[in-house]
């Protein structure tokens, strides 16, 4: 490596990844309750590949001239973005292993060049019916989940943690209880926070991670759709790697450093669809042949017919059958949507599968969608009314949402959004079933005209005892199904009066 | 084995060290929800706090009288400033310096159900908790502490109700409660309610401040101060719900807060506990105090034109001798401030 070659910004490209990834968890942990005018969503809004999805489906907002930018800059810097932008290639960088070169053989390697034009299909097909399960593989939105799921319940309970250890120090306790207030609601919560499924988002990273095993940056190079979309840009580029044929001695040692296969031909092509100008290929180059540079020699994938055929069968495959699932017709009963959610079909067309909503969310309500809204709708929010309720005073999740997927409303219009209705299961309620007291739906349900009343009932028990029973009843018309009734009912397991959803 | 392997495997030591530590930490404390059964005893009595020094019982050391006049059991005064009137209620009391001694730990206890605007009489009139916080300081508390256990999420109920911003305002603090602040508790006295998850700081306050807003209920018929308390209860709340008459007068025969201030400047006369409409507040401008939760309880029906006697829990409490529910036999100051 010559000296006189490390020049430029590539050398700072560590700390373009230092910055962008801390930056990316600090906006994160700021989308709580009540959400400032900072814009929080700004990597997942700019993130061409949902941008594209939400165009596709009708839904444009302003802020999408940060997806556009995104989505021309490959023309001049290639999947520069990968290398020096995006906080899940930054990961996927450093978990992989220092040894450079790729463990698989030269037919794998070829085979796997396919990949991309095969997730670009599938995507597009998918994105054609209008189903948006393939952003579920988005790497934005798939960092997003898997903090919101992982690392911020982590630190919920390191926090607890540490302050149960301070706690048994009497002189600390005071200190304890004001940093607990002060980070009440923004990392630590009243009940740690629990997200079904967490074990499989740790599968699914770990997974991604471990594809590092097989070749540095497996994930980047080969399956991520947003890196093979930016790749498609890329292909156009007229500004990219350029290596000086005269001076190009053809040692190899750009092809051995190179994270992402972009070298090519004899060394003297590029790649462009995977080409992130990190330049290590430069800093490797004995004679420094190699400089960024327009009209770059390209060496691009082009697929066989066959190849084209098959990826494009797998979309259409895969668009059809999401389209056509069984869950879209017969919806669950229990399946509630947050409050400003899009009909069925729109939410799962428009949805990436990020986890925002749920991060923000101040009472854990919602939750990942697992079997209730089928496989196109893993990971879509959720209320889980066992574990929290709507918050009146809460209005964010359609705030945060980068693709209108839940709708932001007025705090005033949520809280005469319906959600769902309060049934009360009568052979389970403890004032129905058991002639007790209880009440705590109708004390607690927040509609100002209360949508649970109640009626004090002569009944003669069982055992012949005469009482008067205050027992409650749901005024349909005014329920929102905001589900704080479901959520503190005292009988166990499953509440005695839930909430279900509703057709619009 | 090179340096840098040699560092690696040491890392890797740590960090199993350190998560085997922490495991070990978290099963010792049970992820700070340890409630094993065994219940902590304590005593609290209803009224100012026994004196520091062996002076005369209930007097202010400073006060330089001999023979104080007789304080009444009731301060009720009535005014268009919550604030004024609640320094008015607790001065007809004895003033503040009765309840808290210079470098007194306090505990106010408003009540937060969940989070509403002020004007909605939901919670307790931030003004009037922010005025008590001020008196305590004033007599030289060294901290004045305020929480309660809302139903819904502890951050949005205390910032909507305005409550933790005109409690920071007057020199206290705001504090949300963890698992580690509660304790199971022995109700040595109770029938129904034998031992419950309570929140260690009233008990090792120095002065327990009960704060609540007055307020119908639909299982209680009113919430007054007695009802209030469920807001140091942890555990599943609901289970209270069945024979609340008799756990909620359990509950007070243990806690018996040293002062109590009703707050009725705004009150809720329908939809409650939680309301949410204009129409449903009446603005009664008064403040009720005292030193013992039924007496308080007790003038507090009337202000919804009811009599003691028409809340179940309340009979019980003065059959049972909590504290004494009949008006007519309480010395009983009334005033505008």
Redesign the interface.
């Known amino acids: 490596m010559s000296e006189a070659s490390r020049r430029g910004l590539h050398v700072y490209r560590r700390w373009f990844q230092l910055v962008f990834l801390p930056l990316f968890l600090a906006l994160l942990t700021l989308t709580v309750?009540?959400l400032g005018s900072v814009f929080l969503g700004a990597f997942l809004v700019g993130d061409p590949l949902i941008a594209l999805n939400s165009a596709m489906n009708g839904v444009l907002r302003p802020e999408m001239w940060l997806a556009v930018v995104m989505l021309l800059v490959p023309l001049a810097v290639g999947r520069a973005f990968c290398g020096y932008v995006c906080p899940m290639g930054a990961i996927v960088e450093w978990a992989s292993p220092k040894k450079r070169g790729s463990g698989l053989s030269e037919r794998a390697r070829e085979r796997w060049r396919r990949a991309p034009v095969f997730v670009l299909l599938v995507s597009a097909g998918m994105l054609l019916f209008a189903s948006g399960a393939f952003l579920v593989l988005d790497p934005l939105a798939t960092l997003t989940r898997t903090a919101t799921t992982l690392l911020f319940p982590f630190a919920d309970?390191?926090l607890?943690?540490a302050?149960?250890?301070a706690?048994l120090v009497p002189a600390l306790r005071?200190a304890t209880?004001?940093v607990?207030?002060t980070l009440?609601?923004?990392l630590?919560?009243?009940e740690?926070r629990v997200y079904a499924l967490a074990f499989g988002v740790l599968g699914a990273f770990a997974g991604i991670l471990a594809l590092n095993l097989a070749e540095p940056r497996f994930w980047c190079r080969h399956l991520c759709p947003l890196g093979a979309l930016l790749g498609l840009m890329g292909r156009l580029g007229f500004r990219n790697r350029t290596v000086d044929a005269e001076a190009c001695i053809s040692c190899g040692a750009c092809e051995r450093v190179c994270p992402l296969d972009a070298v090519r031909d004899e060394y003297l092509a590029t790649d462009t669809s995977r080409c992130q100008l990190c330049l290590l290929c430069a800093d490797a180059c004995p004679t420094d042949a190699i400089a960024i540079g327009t009209r770059p020699q390209k060496s691009l994938y082009v697929p066989s017919r066959r190849t084209f055929l098959a990826g494009a069968a797998a979309g259409l495959l895969a668009g059809f059958f999401t389209f056509t699932g069984h869950a879209r017709r017969a919806l669950d009963p229990h399946l509630v949507r947050p409050p400003g959610a899009r009909p069925e079909d729109d939410l799962l067309a428009l949805c990436t599968r990020c986890g925002q909503c749920m991060k923000v969310c101040?009472?854990n309500v919602l939750q990942p969608s697992l079997s209730k809204s089928g496989v196109e709708g893993f990971f879509t929010p959720e209320m889980d009314y066992r574990i929290g309720?709507c918050?009146?005073?809460?209005a964010e999740c359609g705030k945060v949402c980068p693709t209108g997927a839940i709708m932001p409303l007025a705090l005033a219009e949520k809280r005469t959004t319906v959600l769902g209705r309060a049934y009360i299961d009568t052979t389970r309620c403890?004032p129905w079933a058991d002639y007790?007291?209880?009440?705590?739906c109708?004390?607690?349900?927040?509609?100002?005209?209360?949508a649970i009343v109640?009626t004090e009932d002569a009944v003669t028990t069982p055992e012949g005892a005469d009482l008067v029973v205050?027992r409650p009843h749901v005024v349909a018309e005014r329920c929102i199904g905001c589900g704080?009734c479901e959520w503190?009912?005292?009988v166990p397991r499953e509440s005695a009066i839930r909430v279900r959803g509703l057709d619009a | 084995m090179d340096r840098r392997d040699f560092c690696r495997v040491a890392l890797g030591c740590t960090v199993i060290g350190c998560a085997g530590g922490l495991a070990g930490c978290a099963r010792l404390l049970e992820w700070s929800a340890s409630d094993t059964g065994a219940a902590r005893v304590a005593t609290m009595t209803a009224g100012p706090p026994p004196s520091a020094e062996p002076t005369a019982a209930g007097v202010p050391t400073s006060t330089p009288e001999p023979t104080p006049p007789p304080l009444p059991d009731l301060a009720v005064y009535r005014g268009d400033d919550p604030a004024a009137n609640t320094r008015a209620a607790v001065v007809a009391l004895g003033g503040m310096e009765r309840f808290v001694r210079p470098g007194a730990r306090v505990v106010v206890k408003p009540n937060i159900i969940t989070g509403r605007d002020p004007e909605l009489a939901t919670t307790t009139n931030p003004q009037a908790v922010a005025e008590v916080v001020r008196m305590a300081l004033e007599a030289g508390a060294a901290s004045v502490v305020v929480f309660d256990r809302p139903t819904g999420d502890p951050r949005t109920s205390y910032t909507v109700s305005g409550i933790q911003a005109a409690v920071e305002a007057a020199g206290g603090s705001m504090k949300t409660l963890s698992d580690r602040n509660f304790e199971r508790f022995e109700i040595p006295a109770g029938r129904e309610l034998t031992s419950w998850p309570l929140v260690t700081d009233v008990f090792e306050a120095d002065t327990f401040i009960n704060m609540p807003i007055g307020k119908t209920h639909g299982l209680a018929g009113l919430t007054l101060s007695m009802k209030n308390l469920m807001g140091i209860m942890g555990g599943a709340r609901g289970e209270v719900h069945q024979r609340f008459h008799q756990k909620i007068v359990d509950l007070a025969t243990l806690v018996q807060p040293h002062l109590v201030i009703l707050d009725a400047y705004r009150i809720m006369i329908r939809n409650g506990p939680t309301g949410g409409k204009l129409e449903d507040v009446a603005t009664t401008k008064t403040v009720v105090a005292g030193t013992n939760m039924p007496s308080v309880d007790a003038y507090g029906t009337t202000l919804f034109g009811m009599q003691p006697t028409d809340l179940e829990y309340l009979r019980n409490a003065g059959e049972q001798g909590v504290g004494g529910i009949d008006l007519e036999a309480l010395v009983i100051q009334e005033g505008t401030a």
């Not at chain 1, 918050?391 to 809460?394: I, L, V, Y």
């Not at chain 1, 007790?436 to 705590?440: A, G, I, M």
């Not at chain 1, 109708?442 to 209360?450: A, F």
Request: hydrophobic residues 30%.
């Open positions: 309750w009540p309970r390191m607890r943690l302050g149960d250890l706690y005071d209880d004001a607990t207030t009440s609601g923004r630590i919560y009243a740690p101040p009472t309720s918050d009146w005073t809460c403890i007790e007291s209880c009440l705590v109708q004390e607690l349900c927040p509609v100002p005209e209360k109640f205050k704080v503190h009912c005292p």
